[in-house]
Nanobody
Framework: QVQLVESGGGLVQPGGSLRLSCAAS????????MSWYRQAPGKERELVAS????????NYADPVKGRVTISRDNAKNTVYLQMNSLKPEDTAVYYC?????????WGQGTQVTVSS
């Protein structure tokens, strides 16, 4: 069955870094564009970053631009989100999403908390 499993979240101090991973199985990962979303308490889920099937094209939301890097390894069926210079407002549950035309798969999310 299709699975997207996020990992790498946790508690980090402001200014710190985290690397999130999302391991995919049950579908042809290399055919799917991948994205990271986040949802903070009381807020709507928002796009953080996206990457094309080959990794040649990436896009970032303005609040994270310059601090976050999305990448993928199609041989390992994994997408990553490197987050640096973290701020308290980055606190959220982070989700990965796979998309092929109208077909979408979501992971269960990993909590990121930025606090001193």
């Amino acid at each position: 069955q299709v699975q997207l499993v996020e990992s790498g979240g946790g508690l980090v101090q402001p200014g710190g870094s985290l690397r999130l991973s999302c391991a995919a199985s049950g579908f042809t990962f290399s055919n799917y564009a991948m994205s990271w979303y986040r949802q903070a308490p009381g807020k709507e889920r928002e796009l953080v970053a996206s990457i094309s099937i080959t990794g040649s094209t990436t896009n970032y939301a303005d609040p994270v631009k310059g601090r976050v890097t999305i990448s993928r390894d199609n041989a390992k069926n994994t997408v990553y989100l490197q987050m640096n210079s973290l701020k308290p407002e980055d606190t959220a549950v982070y989700y990965c999403k796979a998309r092929l035309v109208i077909r979408e798969y979501w992971g269960q999310g990993t909590q990121v908390t930025v606090s001193s």
